[in-house]
């Protein structure tokens, strides 16, 4: 009996359990399906309009001088002064005397032409009156007969009005060669080099020093071609010069020791070739007076500064701006389309008229109106639902947002053990159990606290890392800490 037990009762339970599966599987009922559906993603969006937009062209370039030269001497002799602005750097007036030659041998030279023009106007009046007194003679013994040119000696009356005139020329040679021996500045300007110094002997075709004008000063800026269509300047043609107050604005920068100085100017022209090298054209901005002290003491522009300028160009009319950021694939752009009652996303092909690293214009492509999307949406499909939120409202309650905190109070210190803020309670607590012979780290404590504040801002990235850093140090010091959420 005990041995049939042990045969049928494992077959009776098997049995059982695969009628109850049977009836199980028979009359089961087949739970409802649910179609998940993620939650329409939030997106921030503003409306477009038409408006007009003032293009500036940016360039840069180094300043130089519109007017370099070189002085050198007209005559030869030893150098017995300079000027005192006559230095490297140092500023002069128009026709200041920088250089000063020995002038002894010139005044000689003019002495002995004084004398020989006297010699010559001496002998012209002789031979005029020998001439005057043969007309004379002639005329008394020969009343009816012409006289001839040899009779009345007007060869010899030309020679000596030549010798007069030769002299004469002479004589102002030598004093044009003593003016020359004083060296003048021939404009107001600045000493880029010097060569020569007192007791130098110099002459014709030496060097002596190089200077360059003040009244202006110039920058070559260039510009590509799409950036000189946008430039308000009309063409030049052979016969006209455009003037300086004709030309576009532009405004100069200049970081000197962590401070910005700006100055304005003209754009006066633009050279005549494009560059071979780079396929750009150089325009020529001028600046007046760079030199001159100005009511906030701005430093001097000086030659050879690297400055960034800034061109206004022309106006567009009947654009939309918007971020360059939001321009995908330099193609198209996000806008949310309402017209069905819900919205969706969809891809608006645009041109592009201009763009910065800021902002892109677009010409078309975008109607009045229209919702851009501002959200950087990754991996956007046409028609994602999304849930579009003005950017005025989104900026009312960022702000709100950001005003939450001040009107809760100070978020809580990591040694405080309050809840005012996110993960201040749970903090808290595990501070609160740590024993008062086994100090928190300095180290420790200060990013315990720090994330605690963060936290009650609403920015819970540090909390994480910083709670697995105290369950670190209390693992290798021996503490027990009450479980968190999830048993952590």
Known sequence: MKRALQILLPVIILAIAGGATFLMIVFQKEAPRRQFQAPAKEVVVRPVARQSYEIVLHSQGSVQARTTSTLIPEVRGRIVSIGSNFQEGAFFEEGEVLIEIDKSDYETELIVADAAYAQADLRLAEEQARSAQAKRDWERLNPDTPASRLTLREPQLKQAAASVASAQARVNNAKRNLERTLIRAPYAGRILSKTVDVGQYVSPGNQMARVFAVDLAE?????????????DMRST??????????GPSVQLSLEVAGETYRWGGRVSRSEGAVDTRSRQLFVVAQIRNPYGRTANERPPLKVGSFVKAQITGKTVDDV?????????????????????GRDVLRRRPVSIAWETDDVAVVSEGLNDGD???????PLALEEYPVRSVLESEAAKAAEEEAAAPARRGPPPTAGGGGGGGPGGGILGTLLAAIPADKPLPAELKTKLDEAAAAAASGDRSKMRPAMAELREWAEANGVELPAGRGGR
């Open 219 to 231: 920058v070559r800026l260039p510009l590509t071609a799409t950036q000189y269509s946008y430039l």
């Open 237 to 246: 043609y052979r016969g006209e010069n455009p003037t300086l107050a004709e």
């Open 320 to 340: 939309f701006v918007i971020p360059r950021s939001m321009l995908r694939e330099n193609s198209y752009v996000l806008i949310v389309d309402q017209s069905d």
């Open 371 to 377: 919702l851009l999307c501002l959200t950087q949406v």
